[in-house]
Every structure is written in C-alpha cells, then in structure tokens.
C-alpha cells in the first residue's frame, strides 16, 4: 500500500501479481484453497456419516421451542429457506410477541436492503406465528428447542411435547454443550431425538452441527441432514459428547485466555494472544457475543467432564453475577481502543503471575497452530465463511 502512493497503474498491477505470485506459495493459501474446494465445496456436499437421503421424511411445518433471540433467529430461517410454516411458543403471551415481532423486524429490515421482494416478504412474515400453548405443534413434522441451557429445563420440554406431536415428528435440541443421549432417557421413542446446533447469528454462521445420540434413527439422522441442505447449512456429524467439537475447541481457546488474564496478564495482552491465528475477534469481544453466561456454562460442563483443562473464571462468575455483559466497554471496542470500566475492574481479583505478550498462551503449553492458515478455526468463528468438519 506503501509503495502504491508513487508508483503508475502500470508499476502498481506488476507490484500487486508480484504480491499475489508470492502469497500463492503460503502455507495460509494452500490451507485457504483446501477449506473453500475440499471442505466447502466438496466434502459438505456428501458429510461423512450421513445416512442414504431417500431415508428422510419431509418435513411441512415446524415448530420452535422458545422465543429468545436464538429461537428468533432459528424461526426467521426455517421461514425464509424452507418457506413452511413455523410456530413459536414460550410461557407467556409477551415473549410470544416479542419473538414474532423481531422476526417480523428483520423481514423489514431484509426488504429495506433490497435483499428480499416485497412479497417474499409478506410471505415470511406470515409464515411465522406465535403461542402459548405447546398445542400448536400438534401438526409439526420437525420440532426444535432452542430453551435455558440446563438439563432438566430441556428434558421437561421434550416430554411435555412428545405427549402433543405425532410419533413421527422429529425431536431436535439446539443445546451448544448437554448429552443429546441424556436428554432423550426418558422419551417414549428416544430414537426421534437428534441435536441440531446452530452458531451465533445463525443467518450469517454456515456451520451446523448435527449430533447423533446413541438411539437416534437412521430416518432422523437422514432428515437432519437434508434439512441442514436446504437451510444452506453446512452439515457435520459429530460425537455426542461434552461441548461435541467446535465449543470443545473454543472454550480450550477462551478458558486458556481467560486463565492468562486471571493470573495478572494485561487484558490488552490476553485479548490480542491469539492474534497470530488470523481470526476477525478477540476472545474478550467474541465473548459478549456469544454471551458470557452461555460462554460459562459450557466451560463448567467441558470443567465437570476433564477437570483443569477446562479452567473456570472466578471473574467471569463475578461479572455475570452483577449482570456485567462483556469485560471491554461496548463503545471503547467500537472506537478501536478497548477499555475495562472501573466498576468492572472493581468486581474482579487478580493473580500476580502476569504473562508477556509472546508468552501469553506459550508458556501454557498450549499446542495451538500459530499461522493464520489454521482454517479448522476460521470454520466458526464469527465473520469466516467457511467451514470444515473439524
């Protein structure tokens, strides 16, 4: 960029193929090509492990457990790309309705950009409905939970709505970290339960994960798949165990930066650790996305299932404790210099073991790739458009 400012058109264009010719021989190039045209463009078109597609039931209408912000999102893309009806219930008539109108908010804000016909867009909106009642599933091929992250909140759902859907409807749980298998113990017909886990915006992530729990069907399986297709998802069987594969890999990566940042390390200097890797946000911003009580809660099931390499932040329980949303001031990481409020800083204790900023996740003995060619991270982390199947 330098150089351009003295350069002709003509020295410019040589500099830049000169650029490109040496950027072509990286190790991130080569790993960029094989994440886009192996992974992407091949491998997601025939996901390992997925049953024969002739297997998979149609599905015509479906129902959403929940009406939060990740329920919203799950109903608003169910209507736009699978265009069937979608019902949404919650315990009382203002989440209902709070739900309904950010779907319809986001069709409106879709037409505004000229991303969606004035139709399409009435269509949407119609499409999704809202109720109190779990009755309104009655009819529902394909029903998702996307509920409070807590074991018995999510089995209590399932049973309430395996006693209103057909033995047919398929039973799936958004849970980014609980055992599918533990969910369905107590089902009627366990083997209609598959988890379904979609990444945060869910219009925007293209990776989903879809785990099989022990006695799900090969015809459940089969639908879950074929409905991950039609939703432009990107679609990876994985084990049904604890955070499954990317949370797994995540929470390794944030419970390492938190724990640096615990023991006395500069929150600048743990933030930027990971730098190295090429990713579009820090682990602190990425955090209040995401949420940092979910972020906790996953941590503490990963801690439960292997102990201290899964450590969990007494500062984080804290801040979520006082209702604190994310340790950088919102408005200091949108003007680019990331500032913790004193009232943050006050809720918090620290270590006196500080880490250098090239030691920061080095001297954890943390085996993590250092070129931001790592693609297997780039898969699901917010603003990366491909996907593996880690």
């Not at 999704?128 to 509920?147: H, L, N, R």
Request: glycine share 6%; proline share 6%; net charge positive.
């Amino acid at each position: 960029m330098e150089a351009n400012r003295t350069l002709t058109q003509a020295q410019s264009a040589e500099l830049e193929c000169e650029t490109l010719a040496d950027l072509m021989q990286t190790d991130e190039f080569r790993s960029t090509v094989y994440a886009f045209l192996d992974l992407v463009q091949r491998r997601s078109k025939r996901p390992a492990g997925a049953p024969n597609r002739k297997l998979a039931r149609p599905v015509t209408r479906i129902g959403v457990v929940g009406a939060g912000l990740m329920a919203s999102q799950l109903a608003l893309l169910f209507a736009r790309q699978l265009k069937v009806p979608v019902v949404m219930t919650d315990i009382d008539q203002a989440r209902v309705d709070k739900g309904v109108g950010y779907v319809h908010a986001e069709v409106d804000k879709l037409l505004q950009k000229g991303r969606i016909s004035p139709d399409a867009a009435n269509r949407t909106r119609a499409l999704v409905t809202g109720s109190v009642s779990k009755e309104a599933f009655a009819d529902a091929d394909f029903v998702i939970e996307a509920v409070f992250e807590e074991l018995n909140v999510k089995k209590q759902v399932f049973k309430e709505v395996e006693a209103i859907v057909s033995p047919e409807c398929i039973l799936a749980t958004n849970t980014s970290s609980l055992s599918v298998t533990a969910m369905a113990e107590d089902l009627e017909h366990p083997e209609r339960l598959v988890g379904f886990h979609f990444f945060n915006p869910v219009a925007v992530m293209p990776l989903l994960e879809i785990v099989r729990a022990p006695r799900t069907d090969d015809a459940v399986l089969a639908t879950a798949f074929e409905l991950a297709k039609g939703l432009k998802k990107s679609a990876v069987l994985v084990k049904d165990a604890p955070a499954f594969v990317v949370n797994r890999l995540l929470l390794r990566l944030m419970g390492e930066v938190t724990a640096a940042f615990d023991e006395g390390t500069p929150a600048d200097v743990a933030d930027k650790a990971l730098r190295p890797m090429g990713l579009p946000m820090t682990p602190f911003v990425l955090g209040a996305m995401v949420g940092l009580p979910v972020a906790q809660h996953v941590q503490e099931s990963l801690h439960t299932a292997f102990g201290d390499r899964f450590p969990v932040s007494q500062n984080l329980q804290k801040l979520i404790d006082n209702g604190v949303k994310s340790i950088w001031d919102p408005a200091s990481v949108t003007a680019g210099k990331p500032v913790i409020p004193a009232e943050t800083l006050a809720l918090m204790s620290f270590g006196n073991t500080p880490l250098p900023a090239k030691k920061c996740c080095a001297a954890r003995r943390t085996p993590w790739p250092r070129k931001s060619g790592s693609c297997w991270m780039k898969a699901w982390w917010p603003g990366r458009r491909t996907s593996t199947s880690a």
